[in-house]
């Protein structure tokens, strides 16, 4: 296609509806259209870029054995209820109900989908191990949006979910995912921090986040020379726990 018939318009104003010097640039630039606080329109050349990130992960994720699927965005309200979450999400589920009055919420995270699937298909550890992911859009209620594109009411982000025989196998994988993440970050150009971080509503005894420093963001991190970061988040949970406090 000719640049001449690309769907593209260009503004040197900075957008009344930015809230965000990453938003501002991708409006200016023809990137993305902003539809309401949090949701946003990806135009021709925004999602070029977003499907090549997708091709990046894709590539990640097969390397080291995941298998891509892609689960529904509806979840019947038992489904959250089973694991007690339908009331307890942080932010929010977005809710809605049926023609027929049953009850439904917006996927923010497919833990419940992805056990509901394994439950019925897999009845030996034969089977295991394995990992499925998917990309898929997501929805969060949140109470306002920020951080441009990365903490919005819709989005799209890839989550994976392995099963194992036993701890130890868990643990080697993790370790697999792990430098397949950095692998992503770097093939993308971004020097990422691994540190620990909190678990939240997702639940879980570890959990780690990656982190890009940036001028503007939301999270403070504390990285030690031996090795050691932490989300800053993570430190004042510690600081302030009974134990630490005794």
Known sequence: MKESELFLKTSKERPKE????????????????????????????GLRVLRKIENIIREEMNGIDGEEILMPVLHPRALWEETDRWDKMDPPLFKLKDRHNREYGLGSTHEEVISQIV???????????????????????????TGGLLRTREFLMK?????????????????????????IFESMGLEAIQVEASPGTIGGKISHEFMVVSPTGEDNIVVCECGFGSNEEVIWVIKNAPSARA
């Not at 930015?18 to 135009?43: M, P, Q, W």
């Not at 019925?120 to 990309?135: A, C, G």
């Open 119 to 145: 439950r019925r298909r897999i009845d030996s550890y034969k089977y295991l191990p394995f990992m499925l992911y998917q990309i898929q859009d997501k929805f969060r209620n949140e109470m306002r949006s």
């Open 159 to 183: 989550d994976a979910y392995s099963f194992h025989t036993d701890l130890k196998d868990l643990q080697n994988y993790y370790l697999k995912v792990t430098k397949a993440y950095l692998n």
């Open 18 to 45: 930015a809230d965000n010097v990453s938003v501002e640039l991708l409006i200016r630039a023809g990137f993305i259209d902003k539809l309401a606080a949090g949701i946003y329109t990806f135009l021709p050349l």
